[in-house]
């Protein structure tokens, strides 16, 4: 089976579209991947673990994959929003309350983008990478993540 591994993308956000030959898949909270069919007219918007961190959990990181058989070549369009070198990743105070304490410290986010494609890194499930990076651990992530 040709593809790309499943992983939690390591960019801020990141659109999506391809040219409707199936193979991109996404992990539900259940643990169950689901086939994605974009329409010609649609793109997806995918949550990157660094926005993930800066909203201190609201906004989750969708686990996606591809998977393809058949002869038939896929294309993908993806805009990547990256932060500029020297980027700190931060969780505003504004999001921090009781129902959301913080869970995760400020990190450099090319510290981060550094250790998830190093070989440590790699042996890491993508999801929990920025938790093993930068992790606090609280009830609220250890039910969500692990
Ligand atoms: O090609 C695709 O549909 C997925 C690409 C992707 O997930 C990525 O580049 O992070
Ligand atoms: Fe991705």
Redesign the pocket.
């Known amino acids: 089976m040709k593809g790309?591994q499943a992983?939690t993308?390591?960019?801020f956000s990141?659109i999506?579209c391809?040219d409707q030959v199936s193979?991109?898949e996404f992990e539900t909270k259940d643990g169950q991947w689901n086939k994605l069919s974009l329409s010609p007219s649609s793109f997806?918007f995918?949550v990157g673990d660094p926005l993930m961190a800066w909203s201190n959990g609201r906004m989750h990181p969708v686990k996606?994959?591809?998977m393809m058989s058949g002869e038939k070549d896929?294309?993908?369009l993806?805009a990547?929003a990256v932060p500029v070198e020297g980027t700190i990743i931060k969780t505003p105070k504004e999001l921090v309350d009781e129902e959301y304490p913080q869970i995760l410290k400020e990190f450099d986010h090319m510290d981060f983008t550094k250790l998830s494609y190093s070989e440590e890194g790699r042996a890491i499930d993508s999801a929990r990478q920025v938790f093993v990076f930068a992790g606090i651990c609280t009830l609220r992530t250890t039910s969500w993540i692990f």
């Open positions: 790309l992983h993308d390591k960019q990141t999506l391809d193979g991109l997806i995918f996606h994959r591809v896929r294309y993908s993806g990547f």
